[in-house]
C-alpha cells in the first residue's frame, strides 16, 4: 500500500503526538498536517500568562516551535531544529486562540528552511 504524502504526514504526526507530552501539557491542539506543513492550536488559559497579563513569549514560541516539528517531521524521518528566531509582534491575552502555521520553504538534504507564522487576530 501506496500512502499519499499526506496520510504519511498524519501517520507520522500521530506517531509523534502520542508521546509528546510537552505540546499536550501546555494545551495545544495538533489541527492539521501535510507534507511540510503544520498547524497546531492554542488557547491562552490564565496559566499561560506573564506579570504584564499577556500570553507568556515562552508558550508562544513553544506553540511555534511544536508546529514546526510536525511539518519537519512530516515525512516520517526524525529531525530537530538547528536554529531558531522569533519576532513578538503584537501580545495575545487570556482567552484568545492561537494558531500556529508551519510552512516549509525549502528542504535540502537534511536541511530545510520553515516559517511559521503565529498570528494573535484569527485568520481567515
Given at each position: ?71 519537519c517531521n512530516s515525512r516520517n ?29 525549502a528542504l535540502n538534504g537534511r ?14
Amino acid at each position: 500500500m501506496t500512502l499519499t504524502p499526506k496520510e504519511r504526514a498524519a501517520r507520522a504526526a500521530q506517531a509523534m503526538w502520542s508521546p509528546d507530552r510537552a505540546s499536550q501539557w501546555l494545551g495545544m491542539e495538533l489541527a492539521e498536517v501535510d507534507e511540510g506543513a503544520a498547524t497546531l492550536r492554542l488557547t491562552v488559559e490564565p496559566h499561560h500568562c506573564n506579570g504584564h497579563g499577556m500570553c507568556h513569549g515562552g508558550i508562544t514560541f513553544a506553540l511555534a516551535d511544536s508546529a514546526f516539528a510536525f511539518a519537519c517531521n512530516s515525512r516520517n524521518a526524525a529531525t530537530v531544529a538547528q536554529q531558531n528566531n522569533i519576532t513578538y509582534v503584537a501580545p495575545a491575552r487570556e482567552g484568545d486562540t492561537l494558531t500556529a502555521r508551519a510552512q516549509e520553504r525549502a528542504l535540502n538534504g537534511r536541511s530545510g528552511a520553515y516559517d511559521v507564522q503565529v498570528p494573535t487576530r484569527p485568520v481567515p
